[in-house]
């Protein structure tokens, strides 16, 4: 039995789906859009099977994925689609592995998702979603692609803290009605949250932006917080509006950093900010931008 061979029935043991596509040649684009419709049905059955049921399935696709590096069903196989479905019961794959990216675009968890301590091997992508009042949680998380919740509405509260993102991560237009803590977060590539609008309190705490952070026109309604937070590359919160305290207690900007045009109705604390050293050009932009746009700073 030929290596193709023994490829081709280990992945129709594990996607049953795909097994009349694996000896077709050149698929037709009616094949990929069918492909891709069982793909999503499956994705949706194995999620709603349990987090053990998962997992037996992931670590299998995962060292079938290793053993046979750059081959394209395979890697389409592993891929998660849940887009454009309702969950109705609480989404619960904490401690997962996901073996490929995640394309859950236009989702409605309607009791809540649970994704702690997931390893995901590609982008983790859930923009335009509707997650209702028990939350998301996306804690302890390591993302080797990119993570992308554009244009989410989020009743519930949003965890996100310690997990390592590997590429960028895109909050922008983000509508958060609860808490978020992205406490101890590495985000390895940059972070734009450009619009977002948050609610309640946001914590970025003693979190590291490797390649900066562009949090421009964002409205905070309450308390947001970047404690100790290191910005390697540049910072911007221009046109920010900031409706209650903003703390930015020993936070360290090795770049430029601007607020240029951002509101303040709030108790601001600049206690211990640092810049890297041949930024201090830029050290003083950024109190000089404070001091036009804001009556209140503590230093």
């Known amino acids: 039995m030929s290596t193709t061979t023994l490829w081709q029935q280990d992945l129709a043991d594990l996607c049953p789906w795909i097994e009349e596509f694996l000896d077709a040649g050149e698929l037709s684009s009616f094949d990929r859009t069918m492909m891709a419709s069982r793909r999503r049905r499956a994705s949706i059955e194995r999620a709603e099977y349990g987090s053990e049921f998962w997992n037996r399935w992931a670590t299998r696709m995962m060292q079938l994925r290793f053993e046979n590096q750059g081959n394209e069903l395979i890697d389409f196989a592993c891929t998660t689609n849940w887009e454009r479905h309702t969950f109705d019961e609480r989404l619960d794959l904490a401690g997962c592995l996901f073996p490929g990216s995640v394309h859950a675009d236009d989702i409605s968890l309607l009791a809540g998702g649970y994704f702690s301590a997931c390893e995901v091997f590609g982008d983790f992508n859930m923009r335009n979603a509707y997650i209702a009042e028990d939350g998301v949680w996306l804690d302890q998380m390591k ?68 390649e900066g952070a562009d949090f421009s026109s964002c409205v905070f309604e309450d308390v947001v917080s970047f404690q100790k937070s290191r910005f390697e590359g540049p910072a911007s919160f221009e046109g920010c509006i900031f409706e209650d305290k903003l703390w930015l207690t020993n936070a360290f900007f090795n770049q430029e950093a601007r607020m240029g045009e951002a509101r303040f109705r709030c108790e601001i604390n600049l206690d211990g900010v640092t810049f890297g050293a041949p930024h201090a050009a830029n050290e003083n932009r950024f109190l000089e931008d404070f001091t036009a746009r804001s009556g209140q700073r503590s230093l």
Do not use: H, P
């Open 143 to 210: 993302i080797y692609g990119a993570l992308r919740l554009r244009s989410s509405q989020i009743d519930g509260r949003l965890e996100i803290r310690n997990s390592v993102i590997a590429r960028a991560t895109d909050l922008s237009e983000l509508l958060a009605q609860n808490e978020i803590w992205a406490t101890g977060c590495r985000f390895m590539e940059k972070v734009t949250a450009e619009y977002a609008r948050f609610a309640s309190n946001v914590s970025f705490n003693a979190s590291r932006f490797s």
